[in-house]
């Protein structure tokens, strides 16, 4: 009877939260750039395109941006990495144990199709460690997670327009290396701000 | 204050709700007219989004590439839209569509976000064995398996019926029930700690 009481009480208040959720999120400004290129570019409908393969109509087609959202990049983690060692004191933090070794940013591979192997390596230790830093939020102080998730906003963000533009260039190498490079500056965050939160 | 759909074309009707009346929009838009595709883009994307983010995992940038997958199908796939279901229902469809296309495309990622088969998710991510606390019901729904996640979001969330969510998923009715009885008890069960 208790129990019944009880599972009958859980799930209203399942219902009503759900109820309460936004049913709008803002999605991020320069997701019509992309999409707005690509139906530029189609010109006459009916083109046997991918969708994947329309990314590659994404607004980099300055490289001047690309290197903006560099700077972006490496001001808005670095400002988080900063927050974090001011919070614990300590100039170089230990990494978990579960951390594995950040590569140098030279890229061992050399086009979109060999890179996506690789990609899906990022987004499952990124998962890992986003889940770590969750479980260990109550230890930091919330500006501090609220600087770090900032950052890993600004770093997604870069994320996407190197995937973006790299669809429309799968050969550039160098385009492959920034987006090694932007994958690793969002482990390296994350480790450190997991590290922190455990120490 | 208009509404985006009014600034940009008069002639656009709006509802007693004042939102942009879509069918118009989609009549442009299926002619050709990028600029009211472009409205009928910011008037649908806050919610598609929401739905992307979800179907994601609260994963932006995964939620980001679906919700480009899905309004560039759309684009695509305006000549065909009969207007048997409203415009929102089918954007959604193509949101579902472009997860499944994703998660079927990268065997690697499939086997992060595989679909119905939930048997192949780790015991290890079940909620009922993780020791996380405090977590939100947007966390939590976050780390649903993906397919009890899918059937709670589409049920719960969007209200579509359960033989509607097995026809837009191409699984049998009994099967999205049982996922979304799945997602309530995995639920409670995280907002019980």
Request: charge should be negative.
């Amino acid at each position: 009877m208790t129990d019944d009481f009880t599972d009958e009480t859980r799930s209203r208040e399942l219902d009503e939260l759900t109820a309460a959720l936004p049913r709008e999120m803002t999605p991020p400004a320069e997701a019509w750039d992309v999409i707005g290129s690509q139906i530029q570019r189609d010109g006459q409908r009916g083109q046997a395109r991918t969708a994947r393969t329309a990314r590659a109509a994404a607004v980099w087609q300055h490289p001047a941006f690309l290197a903006a959202a560099s700077l972006l990049l490496v001001a808005g983690s670095s400002a988080a990495t900063y927050t974090v060692l001011r919070e614990r004191s300590q100039p170089t933090p230990p990494r978990t144990a579960s951390a594995e070794p950040v590569s140098t940013a030279v890229s061992t591979v050399s086009n979109l199709s060999e890179f996506t192997g690789k990609e899906n390596e990022y987004l499952r230790r990124v998962s890992g460690l986003i889940t770590i830093m969750e479980s260990g939020d109550a230890e930091l102080a919330p500006e501090t997670i609220a600087k770090v998730k900032e950052s890993l906003a600004v770093i997604d963000g870069a994320i996407l327009e190197a995937r973006g533009a790299l669809a429309r260039d799968p050969a550039n190498r160098q385009l492959i290396e920034m987006l090694e490079a932007t994958y690793e500056k969002k482990l390296d965050l994350l480790q450190r701000t997991t590290a922190m939160a455990r120490s | 204050m208009p509404t985006p759909a009014a600034r940009y074309d008069s002639s656009v009707h709006l509802t007693a709700d004042g939102e942009a009346d879509t069918p118009d929009l989609v009549e442009l838009a299926r002619g050709g007219d990028d600029r009211a595709f472009e409205q009928l883009y910011k008037a649908h994307s806050p919610r598609l989004f929401a739905l992307c983010m979800r179907l994601a995992g609260g994963d932006r940038v995964a939620a980001t590439t679906l919700l480009q997958d899905a309004f560039i199908a759309a684009w695509r796939g305006l000549p065909h839209f009969r207007g048997d279901a409203p415009f929102t229902s089918w954007l959604h469809r193509l949101a579902v569509n472009a997860m499944l296309q994703n998660a079927r495309a990268d065997k690697r990622r499939s086997a992060r976000v595989l679909f119905m088969d939930d048997a192949a998710i780790p015991a290890s991510e079940s909620r009922q064995e993780r020791p996380d606390i405090g977590m939100d019901l947007e966390t939590a729904i976050a780390r649903l398996p993906l397919g009890a996640r899918t059937a709670f979001v589409l049920h719960h969330i969007e209200g579509y019926q359960h033989n509607e969510i097995a026809d837009q998923l191409g699984i049998a009715v009994g099967t999205v029930k049982a996922q979304v009885h799945r997602a309530r008890g995995l639920l409670m069960a995280s907002l019980s700690r």
